[in-house]
């Protein structure tokens, strides 16, 4: 049963509610007010990142953000926290859209190249976002626990998909009775990743391919291995040097 009593001060009497204390509703929309602030600030940092690069500084950012550095530091701490929340934000998407990927696969080897596909192409939307994200330079105030948490997530994130791959792989490798599954997923996204960053930060030409083509050969390299490519281009050498009567026996 609710009770009524005075409150010193006031023109009227206040609610005093039974079963626990009363929340403090002030308070309760000044965190709402501090979580849909922050949520803003990650989403402009991203923006202005994706524009003036990973090395963008606070006070760049804070500039371009309509603000200043002094509240990036308020809701961060330093650039190492702001690279912690943008990383774990960007991470979680990621992270979703790869499984979305693999939820759409037939075939273990289709399942793998709709996740790596799906990993390139969120990488490919922003280089620079992706690097801000993934990468953990020192920051401003020297590499701090911002990020080391950045790192942990980045880990993290390798590691479900890492145990995401191994799922379908397992059934894979089973009709051989190959011990594989128990290394070749970590070794799948070592490749994936180091391979991929290269191909993200290689400039735009001719002989670049898009994100699915790239995806599709780091797959065939992934269950075939180069031989095939090796064999290719030797009967190709072969044929070309039996084709041309100039060449020299």
Known sequence: MNKTQPVPGSHGPAPVTSGGPAVDGRSA?????????????IKESR???????ADASMEDIAAAAGTSKSVFYRYFGDKAGLQQAVGEVVIAQMQQKILDAAKTATSPRQG????????????????????????????????????????????????KITAMIAEPMRAHFSQTGSTAPQYWPAAAIGLVRTAGELWLTTAASSEKPDHAAMAEQLTTWLFLGIA????????????????NPHTKR
């Open 29 to 41: 929309r000044w965190d709402a007010h501090r979580g849909e602030r922050r949520r803003s600030l």
């Open 47 to 53: 923006r202005v990142i994706h524009l003036l690069g």
């Open 112 to 159: 793998l190249s709709n996740m790596i596909s799906a990993y390139l192409e969120m990488a490919e939307t922003s280089p620079n976002v992706y690097a801000f994200a993934t990468h953990v330079p020192a920051g401003e105030s020297g590499l701090g626990r911002g990020a080391a948490q950045t790192a942990g997530a980045l880990g993290t994130f390798f590691d």
């Open 228 to 243: 095939p490519e090796i064999e290719q281009q030797r009967i190709h050498h072969t044929t070309s040097r039996t084709s």
